[in-house]
Each structure stands twice: as C-alpha cells, then as structure tokens.
C-alpha cells in the first residue's frame, strides 16, 4: 500500500529553520506531482508548496515564497520542504501528498496524505 511518511517536524524559535523530509513507498513516485500543506489548528488545511514529477516546476503560496523551498529526488522517492526565517504564523501540522499527474494546488485533488508531522514556532 502507499505510504507517506514525514519527518524533521518539532519546535524552533522565530527565524530559524527546519527541513522536512516526507519518504514515499507503494507507488510510482516519478508519476506524482507532491505537495506540502499545513493545516493550523482551527483552519482550514492549506497548500504550502509542491512541485511537479521531474522537479522542474513549482508553486509556493504567496506567506511562504522566498522562505520555503520544496525539491525531491525520484531516486530516494523523497520529497522535502527547506524552512527558513520561521514564523509563528508557520506554526502548523505539515502534511505531505501525491497526487498521480500533474501539479496542483488543490487539496482536493490529491490522492495519498501522510500523518503530518508538527511545526511550531516559538516567538
């Protein structure tokens, strides 16, 4: 069966950083667009980043862009979300999805979703 699993989550201080790194199995990972979302608590889960299946091409949503970066390599079937000068505002669960195609910002257009892994960011 697929899974996706996350990693690197915890607890940072104001402008630091973290790397999240999501492990992928059970699937073609070459074939799948992957996205990272957040989902604070009380909102809605939303798209952080993603990035297509050759690693070409990606998206940031407009808090994050300059600060996040999200890469992958086919050949570890990994996918990963540098953090950088880190807000409160970051603090959120971090999931990581696959989508079979192509990239999309749409929650509701991707396939497989990990546990998440916890972000928070201390002011």
């Known amino acids: 069966q697929v899974q996706l699993v996350e990693s690197g989550g915890g607890l940072v201080q104001a402008g630091g950083s973290l790397r999240l790194s999501c492990a992928a199995s059970?699937?073609?990972?070459?074939?799948?667009?992957m996205g990272w979302f957040r989902q604070a608590p009380g909102k809605e889960r939303v798209i952080v980043a993603a990035i297509n299946r050759s690693g070409g091409s990606t998206y940031y949503a407009g808090s994050v862009k300059g600060r996040f970066t999200i890469s992958r390599d086919n050949a570890k079937n990994a996918v990963y979300l540098q953090m950088s000068s880190l807000k409160p505002e970051d603090t959120a669960v971090y999931y990581c999805?696959?989508?079979?195609?192509?990239?999309?910002?749409?929650?509701?257009?991707?396939?497989?979703w990990g546990q998440g892994t916890q972000v928070t960011v201390s002011s």
């Open positions: 999805a696959a989508r079979n195609g192509w990239l999309s910002t749409t929650f509701g257009s991707y396939n497989y």
């Open positions: 059970g699937l073609t990972f070459s074939s799948y667009a």
